[in-house]
């Protein structure tokens, strides 16, 4: 079931009259989510992202805008009629229930003929049980199961309706960082097992690109960019975008373009041809830089970080906007022991030009 | 954990230990004792012989089964109607928004209010005399009922106005303690109910109740050791002579053996309490285990 969102927009209005902070939460949500694929709502705290997805549960109405699911117009409907499966970040499973009660539960809402029968609804919990991997553990209580167990119950009662739109607020956040990877590996599983179109709301950059197959990046309210989390990464809109995606994160540093070359300082650090001259914001992604003697940019070392394959190089430059530049290098080339300086060539590809006032991304050509 | 650590630890119970002791187990112990001593003199502190003799006369003495008759009644309908009500007015109050404070406050007043003073109320209220019939009885009058003289009239009429009373009494506490218990019920457990299509009823029913359940528990279990140990409702609407009134209770009873007109027999008055306890333990123990099944902590 694809899902269209038109226009959607969400005001909460202000406290009380006298102030005017009402929030715009939502703000002109144009995209479509196509039918069967997982899509990750990527965003800082406060951006807006849970309230979307409230919105396309139906647990809050929109200010204005539509919501379609395939072609029905689901808007005015209420959260039960639209078909939607819910997973909260706390999981909200009933403690005082069994694992086999709550997942149980959606399907003894049923009513008439959507009711089925009692053999037919034991099947079925089994059945979202088995896909989750928690068929053993059926009668257990919620509180006497570890956090990922939690969630797994939290997914397999969210299914068990078969759901047209499956929704997942925040669903790795309560776990610990090897739980998380597990986790999320087994959600894009149960996802494609089922074919259930799915959105899922998360401020972790890396779990959004890791899985999804489109990421939807916001920022106040306000879409930035949608693609595919590869086309994010290699072509953000915004410097926004490009400091938001990618660990460690993109080195932003104050620039300049003339004559379709980049300074960075005194230094004419990048052929940057099609680029209007002007100040700029250059990010740098980490993986960009090629260490080389007779490169182009100069900067000072601070110190090298080992990760096995890779190390990382932290480097300070006076034009940087943070605190330190971060490049990761193969460890051949890790720079001598001792060394003040380090020079670097760079990969145009990994270069991005924002508008220093602006901050959308000026392209340039890359040979 | 040496020995030097457990002696630490009695020495910091002690205080409390001493005038618990003191205070609390001594009576017990004591009252206790009095009960077995047949024909105990306060004034001489002396007894003819240890025995069931008291437990016998309080339980042959008629004054004693009306107020076993009558707290049983007052139990019997006030626990169960008090908490009840209770837990409507809190769900409702919980999901109201405007005027929801100034309800709150209207319905927290009779606790804070003076029992004699909320007697006095109802009174006025309930009592025939030879000017007026009372608020009710005018009331009453409208459907061409009446009048009934609820304080000194039929003993069912009486009984109302006590049970009425009680439970006006006693649900201000209750309500408050429900209302925050629903307000501490997690939002997200409604919303997901609400996503899968429940209805009120059952929301209310397989989610709501067991929530609150442990609340609700504690409740009846204090509903139902206060209405056993209750005296003063009686004393405010009634007057001191419960016997008379054909409305004491088993605390009044003890009361009345120990200082009323009838007073100086503490032993009758010990084993009508022991009675007593023997009596709101039994039922304490019944609703124990039948929390076991219903409650979920």
Redesign the interface.
Same mark, same amino acid.
């Given at each position: 079931m694809k899902v269209v969102l038109e226009h959607l927009t969400k005001i909460f209005p202000s406290r009380n009259k006298k102030s005017n902070d009402e929030v715009i939460a939502v703000n002109d949500f144009n995209f479509e989510i196509p039918d069967g694929k997982l899509i990750g709502l990527l965003g800082p705290s406060g951006c807006g992202k849970s309230t979307a997805l409230n919105l396309i549960s139906g647990l809050l109405k929109p200010t204005s805008g539509k919501i379609y699911f395939g072609d029905d117009d689901v808007t005015g409907l209420p959260p039960e009629n639209r078909g939607v499966g819910l997973v909260f970040q706390n999981y909200a499973l009933y403690p005082h229930l069994t694992v086999k009660q709550n997942i149980l539960f959606p399907l003894q809402n049923l009513k008439g003929a959507e009711r089925p029968s009692k053999e037919e609804m034991e099947r079925r919990a089994l059945e979202a049980a088995k896909l989750v991997q928690i068929d053993g553990l059926m009668e257990r209580k919620p509180g006497e199961m570890s956090g990922g167990q939690q969630q797994r119950v939290a997914i397999a009662r969210a299914v068990v309706k078969m759901p047209r739109v499956l929704l997942l607020d925040e669903p790795l956040s309560n776990l610990d960082a090897r739980l998380r990877l597990q986790t999320r590996e087994e959600i894009r599983r149960i996802q494609r097992e089922t074919g259930i179109t799915t959105v899922f709301v998360t401020h972790d950059q890396e779990e959004a690109m890791s899985i999804s197959d489109m990421i939807v990046v916001m920022k106040d309210g306000v879409v930035n960019q949608i693609g595919k989390p590869q086309e994010v990464y290699d072509e953000p809109v915004n410097l926004f975008v490009s400091k938001f995606l990618g660990t460690p994160p993109i080195n932003v540093f104050e620039g300049r373009v003339r004559a379709g070359r980049l300074f960075i300082g005194d230094e004419a650090v990048l052929d940057v041809p099609g680029a209007p001259d002007g100040e700029v914001w250059a990010g740098i992604r980490p993986e960009g830089f090629i260490p080389d003697e007779n490169g182009p940019f100069t900067c000072q070392l601070r110190g090298v970080e080992v990760m096995g394959r890779d190390v990382s190089v932290v480097c300070g430059h006076d034009k940087c906007a943070g605190e330190q530049i971060r490049a990761i290098i193969s460890a051949e080339n890790r720079p001598a022991d001792g060394a003040r300086a380090v020079r670097f060539a760079l990969k145009p590809k990994k270069v991005f030009l924002f508008d220093r006032q602006s901050e959308e991304r000026i392209p340039f050509e890359v040979k | 954990m040496g020995k030097d650590n457990n002696l630490k630890g009695w020495l910091y119970l002690l205080p409390a230990i001493l005038f618990l002791g003191f205070f609390m187990v001594y009576p017990l112990i004591d009252v206790f004792v009095y009960s077995f001593e047949e024909g105990y003199n306060s004034a001489s502190q002396t007894f003819f012989g240890v025995g069931l003799y008291n437990y016998s006369y309080v339980l042959h003495d008629t004054y004693f089964l009306q107020a076993l008759k009558n707290t049983f009644i007052l139990v019997i309908i006030t626990v169960p109607l008090s908490t009840g009500i209770a837990l409507l007015i809190s769900v409702g109050l919980n999901s109201i928004k405007p005027l929801k404070n100034l309800f709150q406050t209207v319905y927290f007043l009779p606790y804070v209010t003076n029992t004699l003073a909320v007697g006095l109320v109802f009174m006025i209220l309930f009592k025939k005399t030879a000017y007026t019939d009372g608020l009710i009885n005018l009331m009453l009058a409208w459907f061409k009922r009446g009048p009934i003289d609820f304080i000194d009239g039929p003993y069912w009429a009486k009984m109302f106005v006590l049970c009425f009373y009680t439970i006006w009494v006693v649900m201000p506490f209750k309500i408050l303690i429900l209302t925050s218990a629903l307000a501490g019920v /997690?939002q997200?457990?409604y /919303?997901?109910?609400?996503?899968?299509?429940?209805?009120a009823f059952?929301i209310f029913r397989?989610?709501t109740l067991?929530?609150i359940?442990p609340m609700i528990f504690y409740l009846v279990i204090t509903g139902f050791i206060g209405a056993f140990k209750a005296y003063s409702d009686a004393v405010a609407l009634f007057g001191t002579n419960l016997n008379a009134a054909g409305m004491n209770t088993i605390v009044g009873y003890v009361y009345d053996m120990l200082y009323g007109d009838s007073g100086g027999y503490p032993s009758y008055a010990s084993a009508a309490a022991i009675i007593l306890f023997a009596v709101v333990f039994t039922i304490t123990l019944i609703n124990l285990s039948i929390s076991k099944k219903n409650v979920?902590y």
């Open positions: - | /997690n997200d457990y /919303n997901a109910a609400k996503v899968d299509g429940t209805s059952r397989r989610i067991p929530m359940s979920h």
